[in-house]
């Protein structure tokens, strides 16, 4: 890996947005040629998106500019894996093709990428702006239009607990492509771990948990890009919903937990994820789907009922180790009063 960077574009069907993003970043990425490498995957469109990559070959020539069509289109998150499996650089940065990013982002990104060697993940905090009414959009747990609350601009040590508390907050902010700087080695590790994740609309949130847990992780206090909520690729499946509530967080969970993250803070996240899927959802997938609901939500009841009698035990098996202590104190100081 001689090269520091690669920014890659996953994209289907959107030829202007590409060209447009395209256009950024050759300005961004001006006197870092050298250090960067760009990507773009094309998910077999039938568009313009060819010319638009060819077009910027030919201009960005100083540059390693790489290029792949996929033969038929694979899904979204087979294309947005095989940006992030075939980069051959340390790091490894893959965008949106519609997300406004700062045309400062590369430098910051860069020149953390130098200071910390043992990086193995940034956060760029973002915004959020619907799409339709073009109001700004934040998640109910955080105050503010900037979707990380946490902040750790030298490098945490711990990432763990970095993760932990973005994670807890909004799985909607891990698991938002363009704000996350990966760590090429971990990733392509982490897909050796599960190779089915590209069946998961959640798993760059296992992503990006097996990064942090191993290395130190970044999140900017200041917001660098936008996220344009109400265009994800989820929401143009039927289905979308129920899975990602009563399937694919829970999954990812289970993963986490895999990876290394404590059993408590897991079985947590798991009651927490119980107390926040919609029952509507499931009534209206019982309705059109009956089979596939039931087969889906029984599992994830049972997941939670297990859950919730972990987290008692270990309350129970707390407070009886508690009882116990206090016990041998309190005749300590008996014996030695005595």
Known sequence: ???????????????????KQLTWLSQAITGFESECEILVSDNCSTDKTQDVIKKWQDILSNITFKSNRNLENLGVM?????????????????????DPIQERSIVYVINKLKQYE??????????????ITGEPVHPPTIVGNRWFDADSEDACDNGKAIFEHCFSKSVGAVIFLTA??????LIKRALQIWPDAANNWISLAYLAGYCAANGSVIVTKETFLECIVGVSYWQKEPRSALLMQYKHIPEVILKLEQSGYSKQFCRRMLLQNGKEVSFKVFLGALRRWPVSAIKTVIPFLALIGLSAFDVMACKEFTLAEVTKVTTQQVQKKREISH
């Not at 043992?118 to 799409?131: A, E, H, P, Q, V």
């Open 78 to 98: 087979k294309n947005i894996l095989y940006c992030l499996n075939s980069a051959t650089t340390k790091y490894v940065w893959t965008i949106g093709d519609d």
């Open 118 to 131: 043992d990086l193995s993940l940034i956060f760029l905090n973002f915004s959020g702006r619907n799409k």
């Open 180 to 185: 996350t700087v990966y760590r090429t080695d």
């Open 1 to 19: 890996m001689n090269k520091l960077l690669t920014i890659a574009i996953p994209t289907y069907n959107r030829a202007e947005l590409l060209d």
